[in-house]
């Protein structure tokens, strides 16, 4: 009875901590908030789960579906949005420039305009993040 009671309440923690956490980027799982990238057409092969701006993909490696060792720059073939608020914009070139693509609110491409060419994203704010060239 006594260790019954003990191993309740250990799970009891341990689920309330589970609940308690929140989104992370990179832990390799698509959650509310992030936009996922994915390496194939149709969200095939790996993935990497992005919750902020990144000016620049070229320290970014796959955080799900193995390649871990992989670079995503100029990778990207299909994005998946989990972002229920905002809108995500993707550009060709690292810090924001060059051809772009708008990805609308929680939508799902199953292919993309730019296909293995994106090297930053930014979220539309609505300017209130900071991050003046994402308030479009
Ligand atoms: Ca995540
Ligand atoms: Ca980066």
Redesign the pocket.
Known sequence: MRTSAVLAATAALVLGGSGAAS?????????SK?VCIYRNTYLGGAWI?H?YADPNYINNTY?GGGYPDVGTNDRTSSIDSWDQTWKVRFFVDAYYGGPRQTVGVYARLNTVEYNDQYSSHCWNDGGVSGYSQCSF
Request: with cysteine.
């Open positions: 989104a992370a980027q990179f832990n390799g799982i698509c959650e992030e789960d919750q955080t």
